[in-house]
């Protein structure tokens, strides 16, 4: 999926993220995406082995999604579309299972993708949140 309507859609309903292979270093897209999306209302919760036990965006960061325990809207993903596969089962094991699964702006893995669209996760490949949700004018003032 990459039509601007349909993103425009999952950046209105999705509420809660979770954000795979979030970072703390500022300059990084997996720390400064999600910190944007936190400033514009979304609650975010940092997904990141090296790093649990933190907290960022006013959450405990996570080091596996099944540590959420809880329903997210949507998983964002950070992390090298190699390394994919390996984070299939803990995305298909999540339940409720995520309505979106987000691969950031350069992430493609077309085989991951068509696994999650067949257990109806809705995936969205090779885009970035943050210039999406800026471009669309979702942005708060």
Do not use: K
């Amino acid at each position: 999926m990459n039509g601007s309507a349909d993103v425009a859609g999952i950046l209105s309903e999705s509420r809660t993220i979770a954000v795979l292979g979030a970072h703390d270093e500022e300059w990084r897209p997996a720390f400064y995406v999600p910190q944007y999306l936190h400033e514009q209302g979304y609650r975010v919760i940092a997904v990141n082995p090296l790093l649990a036990g933190r907290t960022l965006w006013d959450e405990p960061v996570r080091a596996r999604l099944a540590d959420i325990g809880e329903p997210v809207d949507m998983v964002d993903v950070f992390r090298r579309a190699e390394l994919l596969p390996d984070h299939l089962p803990d995305l298909l094991a999540m339940r409720p299972a995520p309505r979106f699964v987000w691969f950031q702006q350069g992430i493609r893995n077309d085989a991951v993708a068509r696994r999650l669209t067949e257990a109806g996760i809705v995936v969205v490949q090779d885009r970035c949140t943050m210039a999406d949700h800026r471009r669309l004018g979702l942005a708060r003032d």
